[in-house]
């Protein structure tokens, strides 16, 4: 199957410092990417979705000033979490969907001090 | 918009035996149902997916079923192995942007 990377897997910053998350397609083009939240033992969240070169869509109740989400390419997007808080302590995973077939990265556990 | 519901939340089964998961879907423009694994600290995997038109679709011990007039879809895993043991989620697409996705499932297989 398609494969989907994403950098860093772990990462681990101070309250108000800001996290950038890159989400890539390694051997396909990406028509659209998503943004998922994952608390532990719950579903996927959808934050957006985002297509290359243009703003992202954002889900109800999802700040895009917090989340921001930049598609620069058919095959990298990247989510900066800005000023972290400790509530924003997730797991945070994208998806790369190539008509309708979605596949994921395996995701980046963010942790705010 | 559509709406996924998936059951049973948690599931626990001995090895050897079979698992069922459901999932019903709201849209009848729905096309297209994945299923993803979700091992512990790892993102999800698609591991089978039917479309509309088919009925029904196996791979070795995974099968899938559709039922569209019922709108539900069921994932069967046959002769349970405990690395059967994750997360799984069910998904329906109707040709927009999105996939929606079910709440999981927890499968456990005991050895």
């Known amino acids: 199957g398609a494969v989907v990377s994403q950098h860093p897997s772990r990462v681990i910053c101070k309250s108000g410092t800001s996290v950038k998350i890159e989400c890539r397609s390694l051997?396909?083009?990406?028509?659209?990417m998503f943004w998922y939240r994952q608390f532990p033992k719950k579903s996927l969240m959808l934050m957006a979705t985002s297509n290359e070169g243009s703003k992202a869509t954002y889900e109800q109740g999802v700040e895009k000033d917090k989340f921001l989400i930049n598609h620069a390419s058919l095959t990298l997007s990247t989510l900066t979490v800005t000023s972290a808080h400790p509530e924003d302590s997730s797991f945070y995973i994208c998806s790369a969907r190539t008509a309708e077939l979605q596949y994921f990265g395996p995701g980046t556990r963010l942790t705010v001090l | 918009g559509e709406n996924v519901e998936q059951h049973p939340s948690t599931l626990s089964v001995q090895e050897g035996d079979s698992a069922v998961i459901k999932c019903t879907y709201s849209?009848?423009?729905?096309?297209?149902f994945p299923w993803y694994k979700q091992e512990l600290g790892k993102g999800p995997q698609l591991i089978i997916d039917i479309r509309s038109n088919v009925g029904e679709k196996k791979d070795q011990r995974i099968a899938v079923t559709l039922n569209k007039t019922a709108k539900h879809f069921s994932l069967h895993i046959t002769e349970t192995q405990p690395e059967d043991s994750a997360v799984y989620f069910c998904g329906a697409h109707t040709g927009g942007f999105k996939t929606i996705f079910g709440a999981g499932t927890r499968l456990f297989v005991k050895a």
């Open positions: 849209d009848s423009a729905s096309n297209y």
């Open positions: 051997d396909f083009q990406a028509t659209t």
